[in-house]
């Protein structure tokens, strides 16, 4: 068992909300000997994340924010106020908001392997981070984790910050899949779950689209087996497989108003 060591749909807002009070830290802890759902050993497994507001004496008015895939724990506030633009839900969370922060204290975690290694802002651990074993990334030699490895890494970080039970788990696309698994696992370590343009299963053809979405970056020349970290990164081919899943995310709702050309 590994120990801790350190340290949906939501309604559409009416008029104008507060912004959340002063700048967001990110803080990270870190999980020793995580043992995945596959069996491995990760020595290491540092994790960030960011709260708002105040955990109450009671310790009871803790929601947790699960991330999208391309996402991470920056779910709300700014580093600085410099910053072009806040964190992704930051319009549905803070005072007198849907997730409002004059009652809840609001956790927001990464998950492993984030997408957004390169940004000074991202501490996880995944293929990026250095292998203590070697002395250099760990590409393709990283276990393989699971949604389940996921909850369990935020259920480290729950026992950390003394939080018994969740008054929600909610997240947007693969941030509902762990709220499902949240579910599913700890039952009783929750009050509800908000799982937002989100399935609690993958069909055949999702599992298909899985495969085209990262296509693109295996098919990048500099993607080199995974072994790139020493050379250019796949990046071209990043960027075609992100553009695929947006597009594939969207609707026609959404892409002709956006996109579409008008008539002459």
């Given at each position: 068992?590994?120990?801790l060591?350190?340290?949906?749909?939501?309604a559409a807002?009416a008029g104008?909300?507060?912004a959340?009070?002063g700048?967001?830290?990110?803080?990270?802890?870190?999980?020793?000997?995580?043992?995945?759902e596959?069996?491995a050993?990760?020595?290491e497994m540092?994790?960030?994340?960011?709260t708002?507001s105040?955990?109450?004496?009671a310790?009871?008015?803790?929601?947790?924010i699960?991330?999208f895939?391309?996402?991470?724990?920056h779910?709300?506030g700014?580093?600085?106020e410099?910053?072009a633009a806040?964190?992704y839900w930051?319009a549905i969370?803070?005072?007198?908001?849907?997730?409002?922060?004059d009652?809840?204290?609001?956790v927001s975690a990464d998950t492993?392997?984030?997408?957004?290694?390169?940004?000074?802002?991202?501490?996880?651990?995944?293929p990026?981070?250095v292998?203590?074993?070697?002395g250099?990334?760990?590409g393709?030699d990283?276990?393989i984790?699971t949604?389940?490895?996921?909850?369990e890494?935020?259920?480290?970080l729950?026992?950390?910050l003394?939080?018994?039970?969740?008054?929600?788990?909610?997240?947007?696309?693969?941030?509902g899949?762990?709220?499902?698994?949240?579910?599913?696992?700890?039952?009783d370590?929750?009050?509800r779950?908000?799982?937002?343009?989100?399935a609690?299963w993958?069909?055949?053809?999702?599992?298909?689209?899985?495969d085209?979405?990262?296509s693109?970056v295996?098919?990048d020349?500099?993607?080199?087996?995974?072994d790139?970290?020493e050379?250019?990164?796949?990046d071209?081919?990043?960027?075609q497989?992100?553009?695929?899943v947006?597009?594939?995310?969207?609707?026609?709702?959404?892409t002709?108003p956006?996109?579409g050309?008008?008539?002459?």
């Amino acid at each position: 068992m590994h120990k801790l060591i350190l340290a949906a749909a939501v309604a559409a807002i009416a008029g104008p909300a507060a912004a959340l009070d002063g700048i967001v830290e990110k803080q990270q802890f870190t999980l020793t000997d995580f043992t995945t759902e596959g069996g491995a050993t990760i020595p290491e497994m540092t994790l960030g994340y960011e709260t708002y507001s105040t955990l109450n004496e009671a310790r009871d008015n803790a929601i947790l924010i699960t991330h999208f895939f391309s996402g991470n724990s920056h779910a709300a506030g700014k580093y600085a106020e410099s910053d072009a633009a806040p964190g992704y839900w930051d319009a549905i969370i803070g005072p007198g908001k849907p997730i409002d922060t004059d009652k809840y204290f609001v956790v927001s975690a990464d998950t492993p392997v984030n997408l957004g290694a390169k940004s000074p802002t991202v501490v996880t651990t995944g293929p990026a981070t250095v292998n203590p074993a070697t002395g250099k990334p760990w590409g393709m030699d990283f276990p393989i984790v699971t949604i389940g490895d996921f909850v369990e890494t935020q259920k480290g970080l729950m026992d950390q910050l003394g939080i018994q039970k969740w008054r929600a788990v909610m997240g947007p696309s693969m941030g509902g899949l762990q709220a499902y698994d949240w579910a599913a696992r700890y039952p009783d370590r929750l009050e509800r779950v908000i799982p937002v343009i989100a399935a609690g299963w993958a069909d055949a053809n999702l599992i298909a689209w899985l495969d085209i979405w990262g296509s693109p970056v295996r098919l990048d020349p500099n993607w080199n087996g995974g072994d790139y970290y020493e050379g250019t990164a796949p990046d071209a081919g990043l960027a075609q497989a992100l553009k695929i899943v947006t597009l594939h995310a969207g609707s026609r709702e959404w892409t002709d108003p956006t996109f579409g050309r008008d008539w002459a």
